[in-house]
Structure formats: C-alpha cells, structure tokens
C-alpha cells in the first residue's frame, strides 16, 4: 500500500511561513514525480507545485514568486517551502506522487492564514 505521510500544516498570520513534508517509501519516491495540490473548502482541487525525479521544479503561476520546492533523496522527503502567505492560501494541501493515470495522494494538511 502507498504511503504519503504529510506533516507541517498550521495556522500562520498573513505574511508568515510554513514548511510542508512529504514522505513517501523509498519505491515510490524514486520513480516518481511529486508535489502538493490544495484545496480550499467549495474549491476544486487545485495543482500547487511539482517536482520530478530529477529536480525540476514545477508551479501555478498563484505561487511560483513564493513558494519553493525541493526533495531530499535520503530521507524520501518532498517539501514546499511556502513565504509571504496570503488568506487566499487557506485550504488543505495534499501531497501526490505520479502523474496522469497513475497517482497516489496523502491524506492532508491543514493550512489556515489568518488577516
């Protein structure tokens, strides 16, 4: 069974920042893109940032001057650096590995940007 354990979600005040992991089994993060998508309540799922296997980067155009990412291949672990937070960030990110047809996702991470 594939596991994405997600961790660093939280409350933050607007200008603020918050890290974000990912950690996937060694087979899955080694073949296999990842990222994160969000979503806020009453919104579509929506990508957010991807990272492929051999460390590029990928972002929506709502968060490439903020957000970073990078993936840690000893610790099978993706972050998502996210700076200069804004309310409309609120929602749930959820990890992903894969791509098209083939996806895995975790189970979510609360974050909420307060005014």
């Known amino acids: 069974q594939v596991q994405l354990v997600e961790s660093g979600g939280g409350l933050v005040q607007a200008g603020g920042s918050l890290r974000l992991s990912c950690t996937a089994s060694r087979s899955i993060f080694i073949s296999n893109t990842m990222g994160w998508y969000r979503q806020a309540p009453g919104q579509q799922r929506e990508f957010i940032a991807g990272i492929t296997v051999i460390g590029t980067p990928n972002f929506a155009d709502s968060v490439k001057d903020r957000f970073t990412i990078s993936r840690d291949n000893a610790k099978n672990t993706v972050y998502l650096q996210m700076r200069s937070l804004k309310p409309e960030d609120t929602a749930v990110y959820f990890c992903?590995?894969?791509?098209?047809?083939?996806?895995?996702w975790g189970q979510g991470t609360q974050v909420t940007v307060s005014s």
């Open positions: 992903y590995a894969g791509t098209g047809s083939r996806m895995y």
